[in-house]
Structures are given as structure tokens and as C-alpha cells.
């Protein structure tokens, strides 16, 4: 048994180093204020200790099945350690499946889907492992599995899909328009994209708008979404050098910050 488990943990150990990239660190950290946020801002429920557990413990088994099924898939990976480990990640996972079945069923299907989907985002094509697409995954998914766990789930979260699409369609316009080696493919100019990526924030916050006049939400909240959203495509506007390399002021940061204001306003007003 101690043979065992030695040959577990150095394996499990095999996943540590991803934790030191840079883009694992920022999906983790991510994932981890989407998850507190989800709870917090969850209409009429009082998450007691137990559901704090609970939540974070399939959070935590939820980020090990995925290291885990990276760190197998890796292509510096020894075939004869790919399958002990993804074997310790689909255990994580029914684990966490498992814990999940203490809430409902349907807590557990939505689990899966949503960590299907970023699996599939982690260990696919390298295009598609940006923080951009991880992180409107994670915003999109997380507060669906939350709410239906503590059993608060809403038809407004659906509107999160379209916004975590249009999130990545204009966070991408505006890295293009800040690349230094900008795509000679599109007929779109540094100017376009700009603006293709303001529409966009623009966009979600009137979409957000319209649905909280058509439903039961908070008109009020969404409209300071779209305030805050308008505000910081002024600021971006007022830029006169856009440059992707300027820190937490750059373009691309402030369009990313209004898309998960217009998110994150959209929440609150359910």
C-alpha cells in the first residue's frame, strides 16, 4: 500500500510545475473570485458553512482533475505515466461528482458540462488556450453551477453565454489593434478594430439593459453596468497610444474590465 501510495503522490507532484505558469495561475485565480462572487451575490439564499465546503471542495478537486489531465497529456508525458494519471484525474472527478450528487442532480450535469468544456479548452488547441477564452468560460459556467446548487437558479444567467461570446470577439479586436505584428488577413485597420471592440462592450451593456426592462431584474443595476461600461470605453478612447504592454491601464485591459463590469452588474441584477 505504501508502494501505492508513493507512486500516487508522485504523479499527483507531476502537475505542481503547471502551477507556476503564468495563465494557470490567472485561470485559478479567476475561477476562485467567480466562484466566492457566485455565492455571494446568490438571489435569496444563505449558503450555511456546509455549502461553503462543499462548494469549495469540488473547486478544489475540479482544478486538481484538470492539472492532472494536462499534466498527462503533455507531450513530454512518458506513456507509461499518461494512463496513471489520468486515471488520479477521472478519480478527482467522480469525486467531485460525487460531493456534487449532495446538492442535486442537476448540480452534478451542470458540473460536468461545465468541466467538460474547459478540459476540452485546456488540453486542445494551443489557440485556444488564451486567458480570454478560459476566463469568459469560467465566468460563464460557474455561476450556473453555483445558483443550481444552492438552488437559486435563474433563466437570466443564459444571457452569460451570449456575453462570455461577445467578450471574446472584442477582447480579440482590441489585442489585434494593440499587436505589434498586426494580421495583413483582414481588411479591418488598428482603427476598426477598435472600434469593432467598443461596439462590443456597447453592446453587451445594452443587451443587458434591454433584458433587465424585459424581465423581473434590477433596472437600476444594469444600467450602472452600462454606465461603467460606457466610461470605460471613453477611457479607452481617450488613449492616444494604445500599447497591449502598458499594464492594468492598458486598452485590452479596460475593455476586459467593462465586459465583466457588464457581467458582473448583469448578476447582481437578478
Given at each position: 500500500?505504501?508502494?501505492?501510495?508513493?507512486?500516487?503522490?508522485?504523479?499527483?507532484?507531476?502537475?505542481?510545475?503547471?502551477l507556476r505558469?503564468?495563465?494557470?495561475?490567472?485561470?485559478?485565480?479567476?475561477?476562485s473570485?467567480?466562484?466566492?462572487?457566485?455565492?455571494?451575490?446568490?438571489?435569496?439564499?444563505?449558503?450555511?458553512?456546509w455549502?461553503?465546503?462543499?462548494?469549495?471542495?469540488?473547486?478544489?478537486?475540479?482544478?486538481?482533475?484538470?492539472?492532472?489531465?494536462?499534466?498527462?497529456?503533455?507531450?513530454?508525458?512518458?506513456?507509461?505515466?499518461?494512463?496513471?494519471?489520468?486515471?488520479i484525474?477521472?478519480?478527482?472527478?467522480?469525486?467531485?461528482?460525487?460531493?456534487n450528487?449532495?446538492?442535486?442532480l442537476?448540480?452534478?450535469?451542470?458540473?460536468?458540462?461545465?468541466?467538460?468544456?474547459?478540459?476540452?479548452?485546456?488540453?486542445?488547441?494551443?489557440?485556444?488556450?488564451?486567458?480570454?477564452?478560459?476566463?469568459?468560460?469560467?465566468i460563464?459556467?460557474?455561476?450556473?453551477w453555483?445558483?443550481?446548487?444552492?438552488?437559486?437558479?435563474?433563466?437570466?444567467?443564459?444571457?452569460?453565454?451570449?456575453?462570455?461570446?461577445?467578450?471574446?470577439?472584442?477582447?480579440?479586436?482590441?489585442?489585434?489593434?494593440t499587436?505589434?505584428?498586426?494580421?495583413?488577413?483582414?481588411?479591418?485597420?488598428?482603427?476598426?478594430?477598435?472600434?469593432?471592440?467598443?461596439?462590443?462592450?456597447l453592446?453587451?451593456?445594452?443587451?443587458?439593459?434591454?433584458?433587465?426592462?424585459?424581465?423581473?431584474?434590477?433596472?437600476?443595476?444594469?444600467?450602472?453596468?452600462?454606465?461603467?461600461?460606457?466610461?470605460?470605453?471613453?477611457?479607452?478612447?481617450?488613449?492616444?497610444?494604445?500599447?497591449a504592454?502598458?499594464?492594468?491601464?492598458?486598452?485590452?485591459?479596460?475593455?476586459?474590465?467593462?465586459?465583466?463590469?457588464?457581467?458582473l452588474?448583469?448578476?447582481?441584477?437578478?
Amino acid at each position: 500500500m505504501s508502494v501505492s501510495l508513493a507512486t500516487v503522490g508522485r504523479h499527483v507532484l507531476a502537475s505542481r510545475p503547471l502551477l507556476r505558469h503564468r495563465q494557470v495561475q490567472r485561470a485559478i485565480s479567476i475561477a476562485s473570485i467567480v466562484t466566492i462572487v457566485s455565492i455571494l451575490l446568490a438571489p435569496n439564499a444563505s449558503p450555511s458553512a456546509w455549502d461553503w465546503f462543499r462548494i469549495l471542495l469540488v473547486g478544489a478537486l475540479g482544478v486538481g482533475s484538470i492539472l492532472m489531465f494536462v499534466a498527462a497529456l503533455t507531450h513530454q508525458t512518458d506513456v507509461l505515466d499518461r494512463r496513471p494519471r489520468l486515471g488520479i484525474a477521472a478519480a478527482l472527478v467522480v469525486l467531485a461528482l460525487l460531493v456534487n450528487l449532495t446538492f442535486t442532480l442537476g448540480t452534478a450535469l451542470i458540473f460536468s458540462v461545465g468541466f467538460t468544456i474547459i478540459v476540452v479548452i485546456a488540453t486542445g488547441d494551443r489557440s485556444w488556450r488564451t486567458t480570454k477564452v478560459i476566463a469568459s468560460a469560467l465566468i460563464a459556467t460557474i455561476p450556473f453551477w453555483i445558483w443550481s446548487a444552492l438552488q437559486t437558479w435563474t433563466w437570466g444567467l443564459l444571457l452569460l453565454i451570449p456575453l462570455a461570446g461577445i467578450g471574446v470577439i472584442s477582447d480579440g479586436h482590441m489585442r489585434a489593434a494593440t499587436s505589434r505584428h498586426p494580421d495583413d488577413d483582414t481588411q479591418l485597420t488598428r482603427r476598426g478594430r477598435r472600434l469593432a471592440s467598443w461596439l462590443g462592450v456597447l453592446g453587451s451593456a445594452l443587451i443587458a439593459l434591454l433584458a433587465a426592462v424585459a424581465s423581473d431584474a434590477s433596472n437600476g443595476v444594469a444600467a450602472l453596468g452600462a454606465v461603467g461600461a460606457i466610461a470605460m470605453v471613453g477611457l479607452e478612447a481617450g488613449s492616444r497610444q494604445p500599447s497591449a504592454s502598458a499594464g492594468w491601464s492598458s486598452p485590452v485591459s479596460i475593455v476586459d474590465a467593462a465586459l465583466v463590469w457588464v457581467a458582473l452588474c448583469w448578476i447582481v441584477s437578478l
